[in-house]
């Protein structure tokens, strides 16, 4: 154990603020799983807490195993998982899996373990590194729209495309993180205004659509339509699009400033999806304001250190990759937050970290291994890639750059 410890590389308050985190969550977790065994009638507390252990357990591992890979390797990574990710896409389309009381082509189930993976989120951490790796390619040449379209914007629009129709905002955080890394990574600003005007127009068109005629885009648009409107005029929704809403309000309501105490939540029996999607509710009614604010803050530190990470990273693909994998955990934690505060539409977005599930909670380590292995010092090296194929994974791992 303590060999372990040793060999662990990296920005140790990242460490630090993970290991906090993920050791916090099963205070909320025992709590709100509750609503499953007595509401659900789906297994019992302590199995659901178990769970979640082993989950996370395997999650430390795979951030132990990744934030061992030298940060470089990632780019040849990338270019092997890019075509598996789009077909496990496809794939997934064609799927139906029925979690937590929702039906969706979102899952698909791991052979012989026997566990639901949602494909999303292993796409949107490799389309970073994707995209990561061609900004580093192209940072001293100049390039037209047309030289992008191939290694750049399909790659993007496919994967978008691809989560789209089940997980709208999934494939709008992406879209957005797509748009910002290339900010960053110095894409020609007239082509990214091009691509960002185009995104608003046909923003503007699905919202047309989504308003005027709902029935001929996916089945999920009901939903999103719903949600949408329930956000803009709240004193208009149905009263069953408000129920939820409602139940998280009065949970933050009566958490007041210190809260109820642990595992003292009434409305964790109440409110669906109370161990995930609104489980930061039940935080504050447990834990008051002030749980809140800690937690927030924590979250914040999180991307103090991400930031601090990238601005001191030698290398242009290390800056890139830590923005494009560690900015989206936070931002995701925000749009959770938020959606419980009512200051965002529900948007199906967990807590990292803290709500209970499975690849959702694999990917975010995933991610955080990686802006770990771009912090540690020793592997955080000046490129050399003069002479390599990047186009060539066996090249680009074999460890020359």
């Known amino acids: 154990m303590l060999a372990i410890f040793k060999n662990l590389k990296g920005d140790k308050a990242i460490w630090g603020v993970v290991a906090l985190l993920a050791l916090f969550s099963f205070l909320p977790v025992y709590s709100a799983s509750t609503n499953l ?27 132990y195993a990744v934030h061992r890979i030298p940060t470089h390797y990632f780019k040849g990574l990338s270019i092997i998982a890019m075509p598996i990710v789009i077909l ?123 308003f005027k005629a709902p029935e001929v885009l996916p089945q999920r648009a009901g939903t999103w339509k719903s949600r949408i409107e329930t956000f803009i005029h709240p004193e208009q929704a149905d009263k069953d699009d408000l129920h939820q809403l409602t139940l998280a309000q009065i949970a933050v309501a009566e958490g007041g400033v210190v809260g109820k105490g642990a595992g003292k939540s009434v409305m964790k029996n109440m409110l669906s999806q109370s161990t995930s999607d609104f489980i930061f509710a039940i935080i504050i009614e447990e834990y008051g304001l002030l749980g809140g604010g800690a937690l927030l803050f924590f979250y914040l530190l999180l991307l103090f250190r991400i930031v601090v990470v990238a601005h001191s990273s030698k290398t242009v693909f290390s ?50 291994g990686i802006v770990l292995s771009a912090s540690n010092k020793k592997e955080n ?4 890639s003069h002479g390599i194929d990047e186009t060539n994974p066996l090249e680009v791992l074999s460890g020359q750059i």
């Open 88 to 210: 496990l896409l496809i794939y997934t389309l064609t799927v139906e899996t029925r979690i937590g009381g929702v039906t969706a082509n979102r899952w698909i189930k791991i052979p012989l373990v026997g566990v639901n993976f949602q494909t999303s989120t292993l796409a949107a951490v490799v389309l970073m590194i994707w995209i990561a790796r061609y900004l580093t390619k192209i940072k001293d040449v100049k390039i037209t729209f047309k030289e992008s379209i191939l290694p750049l914007w399909l790659p993007v629009a496919l994967v978008v495309l691809l989560i789209l129709p089940e997980n709208f905002s999934t494939a709008a955080i992406i879209s957005f993180m797509a748009l910002v890394l290339c900010f960053l990574g110095g894409y020609p600003l007239k082509y990214l205004f091009a691509m960002a005007g185009t995104g608003i127009v046909l923003a503007g068109m699905f919202l047309f659509v989504l």
């Open 37 to 63: 065994v007595y509401v659900n009638g789906d297994g019992t507390t302590l199995g659901h807490l178990v769970k979640h252990a082993v989950l996370l357990f395997l999650g430390f591992g795979i951030i």
């Open 381 to 384: 090296l000046e490129e050399q």
């Open 319 to 368: 800056k890139l990759l830590v923005i494009g994998v560690g900015l989206p955990i936070v931002f995701q934690a925000f749009i959770n937050m938020a959606v419980v505060v009512q200051l965002f539409p529900v948007t199906g977005q967990p807590l990292p970290l803290i709500s209970m599930g499975g690849t959702s909670i694999w990917m975010t380590c995933m991610a955080i």
